[in-house]
């Protein structure tokens, strides 16, 4: 069963940078798309990765987010600089046991299982 649990979320005040883990458990496919999505699962779409390094970004996020991984701790992340008020949202990860594709990150239903999220919350 999978199991992803998000961490490393917090309050900052505008400009200052966060970094969220999703620690996955009981995945073992060897293809497969993880992403970050906010507001609630499958909601807005923020950053995606797959088995093969490829990432892809909202317009919203690119230049002051990284998606990253770690194969071997089975870790994903979510590194979020410059960070803005409309950042303020619940972040969850998710995985699908296929590649991304282009339309990853606006078809949240795609992705099969769920971390329970964790609260960014950035002030002005």
């Known amino acids: 069963q999978v199991s992803l649990m998000e961490s490393g979320g917090g309050s900052v005040q505008a400009g200052e940078t966060l970094r969220l883990s999703c620690q996955a458990s009981?995945?073992?496919?060897?293809?497969?798309?993880m992403a970050w999505f906010r507001q609630a699962p499958g909601g807005e779409g923020v950053a995606a990765i797959d088995s093969g390094g490829r990432t892809m970004y909202a317009d919203s996020v690119k230049g002051r987010f990284t998606i990253s991984q770690d194969n071997n701790k089975k870790i994903l992340y979510l590194q979020m600089n410059r960070l803005l008020p409309e950042d303020t949202a619940t972040y969850y990860c998710g995985v699908n046991p296929y590649p991304c594709y282009s339309g990853s990150l606006l078809s949240g239903s795609d992705f099969e299982d769920w971390g329970r999220g964790v609260q960014v919350t950035v002030s002005a």
């Open positions: 009981g995945f073992s496919a060897s293809e497969y798309c």
